[in-house]
Protein backbone atom coordinates (compact mmCIF):
# COMPACT_ATOMS: atom_id res chain seq x y z
CA UNK A 1 0.00 0.00 0.00
CA UNK A 2 1.41 3.31 -1.22
CA UNK A 3 1.16 6.44 0.97
CA UNK A 4 -1.34 7.98 -1.47
CA UNK A 5 -3.45 4.97 -0.75
CA UNK A 6 -3.05 5.46 2.69
CA UNK A 7 -3.67 9.22 2.98
CA UNK A 8 -6.91 8.51 1.36
CA UNK A 9 -8.34 5.96 3.91
CA UNK A 10 -7.95 7.87 6.37
CA UNK A 11 -9.19 11.23 4.65
CA UNK A 12 -12.51 9.11 3.41
CA UNK A 13 -12.84 7.60 6.51
CA UNK A 14 -12.58 10.98 8.10
CA UNK A 15 -15.42 11.87 5.74
CA UNK A 16 -17.60 9.07 6.73
CA UNK A 17 -17.10 10.07 10.49
CA UNK A 18 -17.91 13.54 10.06
CA UNK A 19 -21.20 13.11 8.04
CA UNK A 20 -22.14 10.79 10.57
CA UNK A 21 -21.47 13.04 13.29
CA UNK A 22 -22.87 16.17 11.42
CA UNK A 23 -26.77 14.25 10.82
CA UNK A 24 -26.39 12.32 14.24
CA UNK A 25 -28.95 14.58 15.39
CA UNK A 26 -31.91 13.53 12.35
CA UNK A 27 -32.89 9.70 13.29
CA UNK A 28 -32.31 7.32 10.31
CA UNK A 29 -30.96 10.05 7.87
CA UNK A 30 -27.69 9.30 6.81
CA UNK A 31 -24.81 10.03 3.57
CA UNK A 32 -22.69 7.09 5.27
CA UNK A 33 -24.76 4.54 2.81
CA UNK A 34 -24.37 6.59 -0.10
CA UNK A 35 -20.48 7.10 0.28
CA UNK A 36 -19.85 3.61 0.97
CA UNK A 37 -21.65 2.58 -2.96
CA UNK A 38 -19.62 5.32 -4.07
CA UNK A 39 -16.27 4.77 -2.47
CA UNK A 40 -16.70 1.15 -3.44
CA UNK A 41 -17.56 2.01 -6.97
CA UNK A 42 -14.52 4.16 -7.56
CA UNK A 43 -11.67 2.59 -4.70
CA UNK A 44 -12.75 -1.09 -4.62
CA UNK A 45 -10.65 -2.79 -2.15
CA UNK A 46 -9.49 0.05 -0.69
CA UNK A 47 -12.75 0.85 0.74
CA UNK A 48 -12.75 -2.31 3.35
CA UNK A 49 -9.80 -0.20 4.97
CA UNK A 50 -12.17 3.02 5.17
CA UNK A 51 -15.18 1.04 6.16
CA UNK A 52 -12.53 -0.23 8.89
CA UNK A 53 -11.32 2.65 10.50
CA UNK A 54 -14.52 4.25 10.07
CA UNK A 55 -16.22 1.38 12.51
CA UNK A 56 -13.09 1.84 14.85
CA UNK A 57 -13.28 6.15 14.86
CA UNK A 58 -17.08 4.94 15.89
CA UNK A 59 -16.30 3.08 18.62
CA UNK A 60 -13.39 5.05 19.60
CA UNK A 61 -15.73 7.94 19.92
CA UNK A 62 -18.79 6.93 21.06
CA UNK A 63 -17.94 3.59 23.09
CA UNK A 64 -17.90 0.22 22.11
CA UNK A 65 -21.65 -1.24 23.13
CA UNK A 66 -23.67 -3.86 21.76
CA UNK A 67 -24.28 -1.57 18.77
CA UNK A 68 -20.61 -1.66 17.62
CA UNK A 69 -20.75 -5.41 17.31
CA UNK A 70 -23.29 -4.92 13.87
CA UNK A 71 -21.07 -1.98 12.53
CA UNK A 72 -18.37 -4.76 12.48
CA UNK A 73 -20.08 -6.60 9.67
CA UNK A 74 -23.25 -4.40 8.22
CA UNK A 75 -21.09 -1.75 6.13
CA UNK A 76 -19.15 -4.54 4.95
CA UNK A 77 -22.62 -6.00 3.62
CA UNK A 78 -22.95 -2.84 1.66
CA UNK A 79 -20.05 -2.72 0.24
CA UNK A 80 -20.46 -6.56 -1.12
CA UNK A 81 -23.74 -5.02 -2.12
CA UNK A 82 -21.74 -2.95 -4.34
CA UNK A 83 -18.91 -4.81 -5.72
CA UNK A 84 -21.82 -7.26 -6.59
CA UNK A 85 -23.06 -4.41 -8.63
CA UNK A 86 -20.35 -2.85 -10.46
CA UNK A 87 -18.85 -5.95 -11.38
CA UNK A 88 -20.09 -6.40 -15.04
CA UNK A 89 -21.52 -2.73 -15.60
CA UNK A 90 -19.99 0.10 -14.54
CA UNK A 91 -21.39 2.38 -12.27
CA UNK A 92 -22.60 5.69 -14.57
CA UNK A 93 -24.09 2.77 -16.96
CA UNK A 94 -26.39 1.86 -13.84
CA UNK A 95 -29.28 3.33 -13.65
CA UNK A 96 -29.85 6.14 -10.58
CA UNK A 97 -33.20 3.98 -9.46
CA UNK A 98 -30.67 0.73 -9.31
CA UNK A 99 -28.16 2.44 -6.77
CA UNK A 100 -31.62 4.18 -4.94
CA UNK A 101 -33.18 0.62 -4.81
CA UNK A 102 -30.04 -0.82 -3.39
CA UNK A 103 -29.60 1.82 -0.63
CA UNK A 104 -33.30 1.98 -0.04
CA UNK A 105 -33.78 -1.51 0.45
CA UNK A 106 -30.16 -1.38 2.56
CA UNK A 107 -31.74 1.70 4.63
CA UNK A 108 -34.82 -0.61 5.33
CA UNK A 109 -32.78 -3.77 6.15
CA UNK A 110 -30.46 -1.78 8.60
CA UNK A 111 -32.56 -3.17 11.39
CA UNK A 112 -33.06 -6.46 10.38
CA UNK A 113 -29.25 -6.89 10.23
CA UNK A 114 -29.06 -5.67 14.30
CA UNK A 115 -31.57 -8.14 14.84
CA UNK A 116 -28.97 -10.73 14.81
CA UNK A 117 -27.26 -9.41 17.55
CA UNK A 118 -30.83 -10.01 19.43
CA UNK A 119 -31.05 -13.36 17.85
CA UNK A 120 -27.86 -14.45 19.08
CA UNK A 121 -28.32 -12.88 22.60
CA UNK A 122 -31.86 -14.69 23.09
CA UNK A 123 -30.54 -18.02 21.63
CA UNK A 124 -28.17 -18.07 24.46
CA UNK A 125 -30.85 -17.95 26.63
CA UNK A 126 -33.97 -18.71 25.67
CA UNK A 127 -33.03 -21.07 22.90
CA UNK A 128 -33.61 -20.97 18.86
CA UNK A 129 -37.26 -19.57 20.12
CA UNK A 130 -35.83 -17.23 22.42
CA UNK A 131 -33.69 -15.73 19.75
CA UNK A 132 -36.07 -16.02 16.89
CA UNK A 133 -38.52 -13.80 19.44
CA UNK A 134 -35.82 -11.71 20.32
CA UNK A 135 -34.93 -10.85 17.19
CA UNK A 136 -38.49 -10.35 16.41
CA UNK A 137 -38.74 -8.20 19.11
CA UNK A 138 -35.95 -6.14 18.00
CA UNK A 139 -36.74 -5.76 14.32
CA UNK A 140 -40.23 -4.68 15.24
CA UNK A 141 -39.73 -2.18 17.74
CA UNK A 142 -37.14 -0.31 15.47
CA UNK A 143 -39.28 -0.77 12.12
CA UNK A 144 -40.90 3.07 11.82
CA UNK A 145 -36.67 3.72 11.75
CA UNK A 146 -36.05 1.35 9.24
CA UNK A 147 -38.74 2.86 7.02
CA UNK A 148 -37.82 6.58 7.61
CA UNK A 149 -34.04 5.06 6.89
CA UNK A 150 -34.76 3.32 3.84
CA UNK A 151 -37.05 6.43 2.27
CA UNK A 152 -34.03 8.85 2.59
CA UNK A 153 -31.58 6.36 1.40
CA UNK A 154 -33.67 6.11 -1.83
CA UNK A 155 -33.71 9.81 -1.86
CA UNK A 156 -30.45 10.44 -1.22
CA UNK A 157 -28.89 7.96 -3.53
CA UNK A 158 -31.54 8.83 -6.75
CA UNK A 159 -30.27 12.65 -6.21
CA UNK A 160 -26.84 12.13 -5.40
CA UNK A 161 -25.25 8.79 -6.28
CA UNK A 162 -24.35 10.12 -9.87
CA UNK A 163 -22.77 13.35 -9.21
CA UNK A 164 -20.90 12.82 -6.10
CA UNK A 165 -19.54 9.55 -7.82
CA UNK A 166 -18.53 12.25 -10.81
CA UNK A 167 -16.99 14.44 -8.53
CA UNK A 168 -14.82 11.92 -6.47
CA UNK A 169 -14.14 10.28 -9.47
CA UNK A 170 -12.37 13.04 -11.00
CA UNK A 171 -10.65 13.71 -8.25
CA UNK A 172 -9.51 10.66 -7.42
CA UNK A 173 -7.91 10.51 -11.47
CA UNK A 174 -5.95 13.64 -10.22
CA UNK A 175 -4.86 12.33 -7.00
CA UNK A 176 -3.46 8.98 -8.55
CA UNK A 177 -2.63 10.62 -11.98
CA UNK A 178 -3.32 7.53 -13.67
CA UNK A 179 -7.51 6.92 -14.07
CA UNK A 180 -7.82 5.48 -10.84
CA UNK A 181 -5.86 2.14 -12.23
CA UNK A 182 -3.56 1.66 -8.82
CA UNK A 183 -7.23 1.54 -7.14
CA UNK A 184 -8.80 -1.48 -8.66
CA UNK A 185 -6.72 -3.91 -6.29
Not at 17 to 46: H, R
Not at 98 to 124: E, K, N, P, T, Y
Amino acid sequence: MKIKDIVIIGLLSSVLFAVQYILQGIPNIELVSLLILVYTSILKKKTLFIIAVFVLLEGFFYGFGIWFIGYLYVWFILYLIGRLITRRTPPLEQSSIIWALVSGSFGLCFGGFFAFISFLMGLQSGGFQGGLNSAFGYWVSGLTFDIIHGIANFIVALVLFKPVYKVLNRLMKNYYDDGCQSMSS
